[in-house]
């Protein structure tokens, strides 16, 4: 068996691993080191260890990724998820489906210092699960909005997803999140729609509310500027070059501790627990990330990479018709798959074929660029049969509703993200402008 045949039986043998609920490091981590030592023997793998773990999680870049952690931990805890809805509540919840755009609006405002998709659902589904029930809209209408609303937390920044591509992938985490910016518009907006048009479609499953008097929705405002300015400041901040990404994450997260404290929503205990949370997220993805860097330097040893990307470049296909076999495989792949492990096993696979192709962008527009795509297929099987995890997890707080409506309750959202992913693929520029690139 070559090298090359070998390096491709390891990948499928990690990914039915994964598949099999082996947790991610560990797949990655002993898949990648057999393969390696086998290739190189074992006094090179060791040679390896000495050095590539201590190399990728001491990166200063890194830095960036347990401040905006911390920052969606105090978030979370400090109840400003209940705010927010209630001021999208004021100003849209008098039309029909309104409660359900309210929720739309609320995840996406809470994804602006948040950067967790399941955070996100989770918190908002607090809030917003009761009020939609009470108002009698349909399970399927609330529970499928609350999954999608929460996909909102890894495309709008601070994206912790776009950390992690942005780290292994050696891009500029502050161009990255700049990208997302219309994107994370557009989806929202999208969503919105999608809601308006199945409320028409099935009217008794979203009842209309009464209107709330215009000073009560100006007053509504208050509690949710703090928000904003904290987005503002994070995002415009690295956007006009104040400070960098690692620094916006450390303002960001101390304001929002300031904000919380000031509100009287977070005890000592809470502030405790944050960052016990924090330090926990941090050290599993961490360790996912040397699991990662010694599974990368398998696949590089046995040149796989190569191989396809040589393949790729004299089969006489077009760039977009492979593009868009690539983003198939991961849609594929998103049914089956966390969106971690997928981002971490495939985009170094991925991105020199893609960065290898012809778009006229540049190697960082094209790696930006496909960045983002990948953010949004990532985006769309979280709420995908059979796996669909924000599915699953909003239809545990939500006693009562079978799974199945749940999933029927995504339909509309499915349908607003394929959308989405082909608006961002066939105009780059609405990612790519705010970078100045074509």
């Not at 006009?240 to 929002?256: L, R």
């Not at 040893?301 to 760039?319: F, H, I, K, M, R």
Request: aromatic share 10%; with cysteine.
């Amino acid at each position: 068996m070559t090298n090359i045949e070998f390096g491709g039986l390891l990948f499928g043998v990690c990914l039915v691993l994964i598949a099999l609920r082996m947790p991610v490091a560990v797949a990655m981590f002993l898949v990648g080191g057999f393969g390696f030592a086998s290739i190189a023997g074992w006094p090179a793998f060791l040679n390896l260890l000495n050095t590539a773990p201590f190399g990728k999680v001491s990166s200063y870049t890194l830095s960036v990724l347990p401040l905006f952690l911390l920052m969606g931990q105090l978030a979370t805890r400090s109840g400003l998820s209940r705010s927010l809805f209630d001021s999208a509540r004021a100003w849209v919840g008098h039309r029909r489906g309104g409660l359900a755009i309210s929720t739309i609006c609320g995840c996406a405002a809470f994804s602006s210092i948040c950067g967790s998709s399941i955070a996100t659902g989770a918190t908002m589904a607090s809030v917003a699960l009761p009020e939609m029930k009470r108002s009698g809209y349909s399970g399927a209408l609330a529970t499928g909005t609350l999954a999608a609303g929460g996909t909102l937390g890894i495309l709008i920044p601070p994206s912790l997803i776009l950390v992690i591509y942005g780290v292994i992938t050696e891009q500029s985490i502050g161009k990255l999140f700049l990208a997302a910016l219309v994107p994370g518009i557009i989806a929202t907006l999208g969503h919105s729609i999608a809601i308006g048009v199945y409320v028409r479609l099935k009217p008794e499953s979203g009842p209309v509310m009464p209107a709330v008097p215009f000073w009560e929705r100006v007053r509504s405002l208050a509690p949710v500027w703090p928000v904003a300015a904290i987005f503002l400041s994070v995002i415009g901040g690295i956007y006009f070059g104040v400070f960098t990404p690692t620094e916006a994450a450390a303002i960001g997260a101390a304001a929002t501790a300031l904000m919380a404290i000031a509100s009287g929503r977070l005890s000592w205990e809470a502030f405790v627990s944050c960052l016990l949370d924090t330090a926990q997220v941090t050290a599993m993805i961490f360790l996912i990330l040397i699991g990662a860097e010694v599974f990368n330097g398998f696949l590089a040893l046995s040149q796989v990479t190569t191989v396809l990307a040589d393949a790729l470049a004299t089969s006489g296909l077009t760039p977009i018709t492979i593009l868009v076999s690539i983003l198939l495989v991961y849609l594929v792949l998103g049914c089956v798959m966390d969106s971690l492990a997928m981002i971490l096993l495939t985009v170094p696979v991925f991105l020199p074929l893609v960065t290898g192709l012809d778009f006229g962008y540049g190697e960082e527009g094209i790696a930006i660029w496909f960045g983002i795509l990948v953010l949004i297929v990532v985006e769309i099987g979280l709420i995908t049969p059979p796996i669909g995890l924000n599915v699953y997890i909003i239809n545990s707080l939500a006693e009562g509703i079978p799974l199945g409506e749940s999933f029927r309750g995504i339909v509309p959202f499915l349908l607003s993200g394929f959308v989405l992913l082909a608006i961002i693929l066939f105009v780059p520029a609405t990612c790519l402008w705010f970078l100045g690139l074509p």
